[in-house]
């Protein structure tokens, strides 16, 4: 997107950050299991890359939420990646899914590059199925005010 740091502003052009995911294995020799219990919100926001596309993404999510069952997870993605399998696993894990939703199918992809809007519907209503919640965040741009009221209705409707 145009405002990544990792961008720069000139797609796919990268500032300098080395193009990697932390792995579970070098998760679990980060966080141990006696600091992962007293934690009350893990939050997966990706400040250089979408959390999502870690190849062990799922697997960190579930080793965080078998550790510590009450603690609050939170992920902050644009939602587009990945299928229903890996969106249905993450949702079973009870955690909160914030969906960067830059307006309706004809606007959302002006700032979010390509994204899909059809599969970030589909990826939440996934995460709903399974009774976690799904938020529904917009950016306002000159290009998506006219789409605000309509994004807060559908959001509402579709259960964000």
């Avoid at 600091?35 to 190849?55: K, S």
């Avoid at 199925?129 to 559908?154: P, Y």
Wanted: some cysteine; overall charge neutral.
């Amino acid at each position: 997107c145009p405002l990544c740091v990792r961008n720069a502003n000139g797609y796919p052009y990268n500032f300098g950050y080395p193009d990697t995911s932390l792995s579970l294995g070098q998760v679990k020799q980060i966080f141990s299991v006696d600091f992962i219990q007293q934690l009350h919100l893990i939050n997966f926001c990706g400040n250089f890359g979408d959390f999502v596309m870690a190849p062990d993404a799922v697997e960190i999510v579930e080793y965080f939420r078998g550790i510590n069952p009450t603690t609050k997870i939170t992920i902050n993605t644009n939602g587009s990646a990945r299928d229903q399998k890996f969106w249905t696993r993450i949702g079973k894990c009870q955690v909160e899914v914030t969906f960067d939703l830059d307006g309706l199918e004809d606007t959302h992809a002006i700032y979010r590059v390509d994204t899909n809007w059809q599969n970030i519907i589909r990826n939440a209503q996934t995460v709903m199925a399974t009774g976690s919640r799904a938020v529904w965040k917009m950016i306002k741009f000159r290009h998506n005010l006219h789409q605000i009221d309509a994004c807060r209705e559908m959001a509402q409707a579709l259960g964000f």
